[in-house]
């Protein structure tokens, strides 16, 4: 019986962090979010959400985790992709743009908290993109002639980039949203040819 109610306290718990997801928009931040809002979408009672989080601060940090793993995940996707034969840059490029078409509010989050007010979403966003450029720099140290410091420095070059591309792609038509994954691919490539110019020096 325990089994079944962790169970249905975990997915009780996700509805939770889908709900407060759900809520997100261009209009709506994290910061707009009600509790009653949340649990209410979720489908539960708003005293019940205390047996899941502690407070709403709790819940952000959740999401903030949630959504660069789920970014992660994916990149590690595009990497199998690649090792299948796919183009590194394009294949990277394009899984970035699918998570931010289907996962638009995760990107918000990301976005949005990594220069708000709370030194604690800062502080969650900041280790999620560090994490992210840790496990790509870890690649390309592995795949290209680059040196461990040149290849960190490629990555942490090439995820700001991104990030801020991704910022620029929200909310953008079909024509615009083609002209800047072809702008990013071109400046992701210059990078890379500038790396491997510098990485053996």
Same mark, same amino acid.
């Given at each position: 019986?325990?089994?079944?109610?962790?169970?249905?306290?975990?997915?009780?718990?996700?509805?939770?962090?889908?709900?407060?997801?759900?809520?997100?928009?261009?209009?709506?931040?994290?910061?707009?979010?009600?509790?009653?809002?949340?649990?209410?979408?979720?489908? &539960?009672?708003?005293?019940?959400?205390?047996?899941?989080?502690?407070?709403?601060?709790?819940? #952000?940090?959740?999401?903030?985790?949630?959504?660069?793993?789920?970014?992660?995940?994916?990149?590690?996707?595009?990497?199998?992709? &690649?090792?299948?034969? #796919?183009?590194?840059?394009?294949?990277?490029?394009?899984?970035?743009?699918?998570? &931010?078409?289907?996962?638009?509010?995760?990107?918000?989050?990301?976005?949005?908290?990594?220069?708000?007010?709370?030194?604690?979403?800062?502080?969650?966003?900041?280790?999620? &993109?560090?994490?992210?450029?840790?496990?790509?720099?870890?690649?390309?140290?592995?795949?290209?002639?680059?040196?461990?410091?040149?290849?960190?420095?490629?990555?942490? @070059?090439?995820?700001?980039?991104?990030?801020?591309? #991704? @910022?620029? @792609?929200?909310?953008?038509?079909?024509?615009?949203?083609?002209?800047?994954?072809?702008?990013?691919?071109?400046?992701?490539?210059?990078?890379?040819? #500038?790396? @491997?110019?510098?990485?053996?020096?």
């Amino acid at each position: 019986m325990s089994g079944v109610r962790a169970q249905q306290k975990q997915k009780t718990r996700q509805a939770l962090i889908e709900a407060a997801f759900n809520q997100l928009s261009a209009e709506h931040s994290f910061s707009n979010i009600s509790l009653r809002e949340v649990a209410r979408e979720a489908g &539960i009672a708003p005293t019940s959400f205390y047996r899941h989080f502690k407070d709403m601060n709790e819940l #952000g940090l959740t999401m903030v985790d949630e959504a660069g793993l789920t970014l992660r995940q994916l990149m590690r996707q595009a990497r199998r992709r &690649i090792a299948n034969g #796919g183009s590194v840059i394009n294949t990277s490029v394009q899984t970035f743009m699918e998570f &931010i078409d289907t996962s638009s509010n995760q990107f918000r989050l990301l976005l949005r908290e990594r220069s708000g007010t709370s030194k604690a979403f800062r502080a969650a966003v900041a280790r999620e &993109i560090k994490h992210f450029t840790l496990e790509l720099a870890h690649y390309l140290e592995s795949e290209t002639p680059c040196n461990k410091n040149h290849a960190y420095m490629q990555a942490e @070059a090439m995820v700001i980039l991104v990030f801020n591309a #991704g @910022a620029d @792609a929200l909310d953008q038509d079909s024509q615009q949203l083609s002209e800047l994954t072809e702008r990013l691919i071109w400046q992701l490539r210059y990078i890379a040819r #500038g790396a @491997a110019h510098y990485g053996g020096h």
